[in-house]
T-cell receptor, first 116, second 116 residues
């Protein structure tokens, strides 16, 4: 079974530029998560999708971050414009359902963003 | 709100020695608890999880953890460390209801170093 795919793996941009990340979850997984992992910290949930609907985006900085999950499969996360503090690893995860007792979140390898 | 505290950002052990990584949680409802491992440049991989039932949980690679409600702890142990165990370990707690159902809140991580 193929895992969660993310691209690109690395991205370097200058502040105020735009950037987009792509995630392809495990086939059939209805729930998709985007996490931000700043160096030295644990991952922090940015947004959670159930199929193509947003379940939780309470920690997404909506003035600069946006995310979509068209057709309930692939997802993109965009930052526009980027700030220095956005430097982090962006992790995508998916699960069959949001029920943690029954299902496991599987994580992709992440995209490491450096903002100069 | 739920939170996780991992005691010790770095733990160093000798090969063959006991591994003990500490995790304390705060939750207003019975929690679901997880340990994830992250190897360099890879995504997070689930080691084990506690949802209900037996409080001693066995996971992959010889790791186990015990849920102690009275101590609000979920410490991770392994009787004998192996060089391949060197990685960063994250404890996490999950919401068990509401609109953020399934959301993981992570601790800050503990880097485990194993010496020959």
């Amino acid at each position: 079974e193929a895992g969660v795919a993310q691209s690109p793996r690395y991205k370097i941009i200058e502040k105020r530029q735009s950037v987009a990340f792509w995630c392809n979850p495990i086939s059939g997984h209805a729930t998709l998560y985007w996490y931000q992992q700043i160096l030295g910290q644990g991952p922090k949930l940015l947004i959670q999708f159930q199929n193509n609907g947003v379940v939780d985006d309470s920690q997404l900085p909506k003035d600069r971050f946006s995310a979509e999950r068209l057709k309930g499969v692939d997802s993109t996360l965009k930052i526009q414009p980027a700030k220095l503090e956005d430097s982090a690893v962006y992790l995508c995860a998916s699960s069959s359902s949001p029920a943690p007792r029954l299902d496991t979140q599987y994580f992709g390898p992440g995209t490491r963003l450096t903002v100069l | 709100a739920q939170s996780v505290t991992q005691l010790g950002s770095h733990v160093s052990v000798s090969e063959g020695a006991l591994v003990l990584l500490r995790c304390n949680y705060s939750s207003s409802v019975p929690p679901y608890l997880f340990w994830y491992v992250q190897y360099p440049n890879q995504g997070l991989q689930l080691l084990l999880k506690y949802t209900t039932g037996a409080t001693l949980v066995k996971g992959i690679n010889g790791f186990e953890a015990e849920f102690k409600k009275s101590e609000t702890s979920f410490h991770l142990t392994k009787p004998s460390a192996h060089m391949s165990d060197a990685a960063e370990y994250f404890c996490a707690v999950s919401t068990t209801g509401g609109t953020s159902y399934g959301k993981l809140t992570f601790g800050q991580g503990t880097i485990l170093t194993v010496h020959p």
